[in-house]
């Protein structure tokens, strides 16, 4: 059948960002959810697309939501099911529909006279169920890898923060230029602890494929590193990593895009490779870097008006405690435990969504 015939598109809801009111209805952008509203303008489950700035991206919306007029939503699924539809429009590559001669854009006149292939109900919720069960299992994998890296968090404030470690009832505390800190504790420079690693690799192609990791690819406030391309030229000089080594987006450091490298690879020299300097420290110096005080370090010292860099220069000298062996040993087994699980539970999702994705054009084809 055609595509207007399939489902009915509908743009989006104009929200400006200062009439948002805290709420727990999920905002839909082109590619997201942009923030959090009190009030919903679609009541059930539905279904959005990237109407303007990015396009190509279907996401499905399990509970009542506002599609914000970036995005465009399916107001009617005209007796389809909405999660076959979720998928279905996936397959279509809608991104190729771009109307826009500056800013991309999604016109849905364009859609209209697509055909799409289209089985009876049963089969579409068949066809549904097998898909979002590999889905299912992603999403449960996202809320692990989340809850490691809070139980990570947790345990570096309690003990490096509010200093309520193993034993804390009977230390002794000092005076410190940080404050009070327990007796036999240093205060160290971040770059007493860890170095800059700046290993160049200049333009041009390359012997083979290799992971690359630009800005675009490190989440935000999160250190599992869970997207990367595979590239075999390079169009500007890139920096290499190596696995375990902290890579932190040096642009707008506001946006805490800080991860921890599973993988030997090359990345945007927009970003500061961080190696710590001895094994031991190594879980110290990336729970330092990841707090939201050292984030606000950055950005606060950062440079320029539009486009803000931090420079290791100036991260180097930030001030970080250093407890004795005994009491690092414990955290950093903690700690580093905790985020090879994560990087366990990123390369299970990344073979869950390369199965879905290989059965997605096999599923949605007719006979």
């Known amino acids: 059948m055609k595509f207007s015939d399939f489902v009915t598109l509908q743009r989006g809801f104009d929200l400006p960002k200062a009439d948002i009111t805290p709420g727990h209805v999920p905002v839909v952008g082109s590619t997201s959810i942009i923030g959090y509203h009190n009030v919903a303008k679609v009541s059930g489950s539905g279904v959005c697309t990237g109407r303007s ?7 499905y919306i399990n509970k009542p939501f506002w599609p914000h007029n970036t995005s465009l939503w399916v107001k009617d699924f005209h007796g389809n099911d909405p ?11 809608l991104g190729r529909f771009n109307a826009g001669a500056g800013v991309p854009t999604l016109n849905r006149n364009h859609l209209d006279s697509l055909t799409v292939n289209v089985p009876d109900l049963p089969t579409q919720r068949k066809i549904a169920g097998i898909l979002s069960a590999y889905d299912d299992l992603i999403e449960n994998n996202l809320r692990r890898i989340k809850i490691l890296e809070e139980m990570a968090q947790s345990i570096y404030r309690e003990w490096f923060v509010h200093f309520r470690f193993p034993g804390h009832e009977t230390a002794t505390f000092i005076d410190s230029p940080l404050g009070q800190i327990p007796k036999g ?20 192609g390359l012997d083979g494929p290799i992971h690359y990791v ?3 690819h490190i989440p935000r406030q999160s250190l599992a590193l ?3 391309e595979e590239t075999t030229e390079l169009g500007s000089n890139k920096l290499t990593f190596e696995p375990g080594e902290i890579l932190f987006g040096k642009i707008r450091p506001y946006f805490h895009k800080v991860s921890v490298a599973p993988f030997h690879g090359i990345c945007s020299a927009d970003t500061i ?5 001895k094994p031991e420290h190594r879980a110290l110096v990336t729970a330092c870097v990841f707090t939201e005080a050292f984030v606000a370090h950055a ?6 008006s ?3 860099r931090t420079d290791w220069k100036v991260l180097k000298d930030y001030p970080h405690v250093l407890p004795p062996k005994d009491l690092l040993s414990p955290f950093s087994e903690l700690f580093e435990n905790a985020i090879a699980q994560q990087q366990n539970l990123v390369s299970r999702n990344q073979t869950l969504r390369r199965t879905r994705d290989l059965l997605l054009p096999k599923l949605l084809s007719p006979g």
């Open 226 to 228: 869970d997207a990367w």
């Open 273 to 277: 490779v961080i190696r710590a300097k």
């Open 214 to 216: 630009g800005l675009e």
């Open 299 to 304: 950005a606060a010292t950062s440079n320029g």
């Open 185 to 204: 504790w240093e205060i160290k420079k971040l770059g007493e602890l860890a170095d800059q690693m700046r290993r160049g690799v200049s333009k041009g």
């Open 306 to 308: 539009k486009m803000p």
């Open 83 to 93: 999660r076959f539809v979720y998928y279905c429009m996936q397959s279509l590559d």
């Open 53 to 59: 700035g990015s396009l190509g991206t279907v996401q």
